[in-house]
């Protein structure tokens, strides 16, 4: 499975922006969906995951209710809407496709294919 991920940029606080992974070389339909993001100098960390078609939703804390993960498998490609943006959002946003077990939505290790990363920049 490749992965491109799209959509970052620069946007005031307060602002929104949507990320696009769009799947290549196989349909992603059987599998569930994550995003994760990287500032200079930390870990990936989680944002969001979605499992395999109908199933659960999860957030990190820090963007529950103001970021939605949302997926399209006649597209198949999946997104990540983020609203009421902040400063501290600013980093490298990486898409990612695989089936970890529940214990292991959150963790990198749970997905065996990754998109490139995306920049979103949020200035205050």
């Known amino acids: 499975v490749q992965l491109q991920a799209s959509g970052g940029g620069l946007v005031q606080a307060g602002g929104s922006l949507r990320l696009s992974c769009a799947a290549s070389?196989?349909?992603?339909?059987?599998?569930?969906m994550g995003w994760f993001r990287q500032a200079p100098g930390t870990e990936r960390e989680f944002v969001a995951a979605?499992?395999?078609?109908?199933?659960?939703?999860y957030y990190a804390d820090f963007v529950k209710g103001r970021f939605t993960i949302s997926r399209d498998d006649a597209k198949n490609a999946f997104y990540l809407q983020m609203n009421s943006l902040k400063p501290e959002d600013t980093s490298v946003y990486y898409c990612?496709?695989?089936?970890?077990?529940?214990?292991?939505?959150?963790?990198?290790?749970?997905?065996?294919?990754w998109g490139q990363g995306t920049l979103v920049t949020v200035s205050s």
């Open positions: 979605i499992r395999r078609s109908g199933g659960s939703i």
């Open positions: 990612a496709v695989g089936n970890p077990i529940i214990s292991y939505v959150g963790s990198r290790s749970g997905y065996p294919y």
């Open positions: 070389g196989r349909t992603i339909r059987s599998y569930g």
